[in-house]
């Protein structure tokens, strides 16, 4: 081992951390490394040795000798208590002035906690958002910084030289102070649940509701591509629906499991959003539609109760196929802008909530490459809030207006055939009810406030006073309420 010769460390050597530690050498980093067994420190080093410049330690004292001061050290480790567990072993190893960063998924608030800790130790602590899996680890993630301005300036040209590269810029922008990077991410992966849930919902509507076969839909898929929503979730999903099984020659769709899995990231984005009174509706339906789809016993149960409804196919005349192809198109679009329009308002009020200084510009430019939700559509994002019309909503800025505007009858089309025949689309449907309300001009809450100041003296603003009403509903006395 070396003493002090590397620039940047990285510790858990498992699928993330083995690549990103690969990518950091591919571009000329002098990579520590260290995994708690050190088989994997082993397997990296005998497979991909000869990449770069690598300095493999047994223990975490070695690891954090052979660094360079300021010393760096990304943890690529299981969330939760493994990270804190080797938080605390390089916290105690290193010195002040040093720099911890966690890239494993990590909850926004154990990331404002741990640097909180870290910080009254001396050292600095910076949760970073990864994006792109293992894929992107290797060839270029997208990445979502929080911590200090100080060791932004340390670690900013490290992941700048690893980061995806979109439109000649790096995916990678200083987020804000403490957990600000990791909330970000948490909302990247949530807007993700959402899309692939419009997606899936639109693969629905011509499954079953007008009967296409897989590679047809996959066609489809693959001409959506070509116009704005154009993305790496819509280019992935024409190929996946073209993937034959090798056991039953069948298009492999058609074999898998219908319950989709989930490993938290979207339910803290939708809890977040309701402790922040948000509402991500969007993104909540598409987290809660995984959770029906893997609800066993309800699903096996209403098989068997024999529950009334259409089947789910749609009566579309042969000769308007075409035309409702495009409904679903625009119907996708405007339920995407909605959901977008939904996440960044959440990092807004997460922004104000926690005392961050978010660019959403940025935020929109650095997911343009590298994560999953990478889309040509993210620089009109990127466009609307750079130029202030997006300031209040997304869904302000002409762009957008006007992309609505021309999309809403088809919109409607899809949403109102759709529950007429029975095919679930919660994902549109509950984008629509969102856009709707916003443009209200009134809506039933007057009423909801009524309710609740008749049985709970909730109090009421009036229209036409400041202040706050009570009234003594029903001067007969109250209804009585019979048991
Ligand atoms: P895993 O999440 O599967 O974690 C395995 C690593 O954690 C191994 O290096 C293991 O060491 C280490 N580890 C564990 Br488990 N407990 C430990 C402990 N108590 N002390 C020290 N090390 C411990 O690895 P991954 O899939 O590479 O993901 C790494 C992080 O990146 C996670 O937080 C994940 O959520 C995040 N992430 C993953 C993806 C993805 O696509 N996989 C994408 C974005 C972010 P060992 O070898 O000694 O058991």
């Not at 080797?86 to 105690?92: F, K, P, Q």
């Not at 419009?198 to 499954?207: G, H, K, N, P, V």
Request: glycine share 10%; net charge negative; with cysteine.
């Amino acid at each position: 081992m070396a003493e002090g010769t590397a620039n940047i460390g990285v510790v858990g050597l498992a699928a993330m951390g083995s690549n990103l530690a690969r990518n950091l050498a591919h571009h000329g980093n002098t990579v520590a490394l260290y995994n708690r067994h050190y088989e994997r420190t082993e397997k990296l080093m005998a497979e991909h040795g000869d990449e770069g410049s690598f300095v493999p330690s047994r223990t975490v004292e070695e690891f954090v000798a052979s660094l360079a001061r300021p010393r760096t050290a990304i943890i690529l480790v299981k969330a939760g208590a493994p990270t804190d567990a080797v938080i605390g072993e390089l916290a105690d190893a290193m010195e002040p002035g040093d720099i911890i960063v966690d890239g494993g998924n990590s909850y926004f608030k154990d990331t404002i906690r741990r640097e909180k800790e870290i910080r009254a130790r001396g050292l600095h602590y910076v949760g970073c958002g990864v994006s792109g899996g293992e894929e992107g680890a290797l060839n270029g993630p997208s990445l979502m910084p929080g911590g200090t301005d100080e060791s932004w300036r340390t670690l900013g040209p490290i992941l700048k030289s690893i980061a995806a590269v979109a439109e000649g810029e790096p995916c990678v922008t200083h987020i804000g102070k403490d957990g600000a990077g990791h909330f970000v991410k948490m909302v990247h992966n949530g807007i993700e649940y959402a899309d692939m849930q419009l997606i899936a919902e639109s693969y629905d509507l011509m499954r079953r509701g007008l009967g296409m076969e897989p590679g047809e839909i996959a066609d489809v898929f693959a001409q959506w591509n070509t116009t704005e929503l154009n993305s790496y979730l819509i280019e992935i999903t024409a190929e996946v629906l073209r993937q034959k099984d090798e056991k039953t020659g069948k298009p492999l769709v058609d074999v898998i499991v219908d319950h989709a899995g989930m490993k938290g990231t979207g339910t803290w984005t939708v809890q977040t959003a309701l402790s922040l009174a948000t509402p991500v509706t969007g993104i909540a339906e598409a987290v809660f539609a995984r959770g029906l789809s893997s609800q066993t016993a309800q699903r096996e149960g209403a098989a068997k109760q024999d529950l009334k409804g259409p089947e789910g196919a749609l009566h579309v005349a042969a000769g308007d196929r075409d035309a409702f192809l495009e409904d679903i198109r625009q119907a996708l679009y405007a339920s995407k802008i909605v959901a977008y329009a939904q996440g960044f308002d959440e990092i807004n009020a997460g922004a104000r909530e926690y005392g961050w200084d978010i660019d959403q510009a940025a935020v929109a430019r650095i997911w343009r490459g590298g994560c999953i939700i990478r889309a040509q559509f993210l620089n009109v994002v990127s466009d609307a809030f750079e130029s202030g019309e997006a300031d209040v909503s997304m869904l302000f800025a002409p762009y957008f207006k006007e992309a609505i505007a021309r999309a809403q009858d088809s919109w409607r089309r899809v949403v109102s055939l759709a529950a007429t025949y029975g095919v679930p689309v919660p994902a549109f449907s509950s984008s629509l009810a969102y856009y709707d309300g916003l443009r209200s001009p009134r809506l039933p809450a007057a009423l909801i406030q009524g309710q609740r100041d008749f049985f709970g003296a909730h109090t009421y603003g009036r229209i036409d006073a400041p202040g706050a009403f009570h009234t003594l509903w029903a001067e007969s006395g109250r209804p009585e309420i019979k048991a």
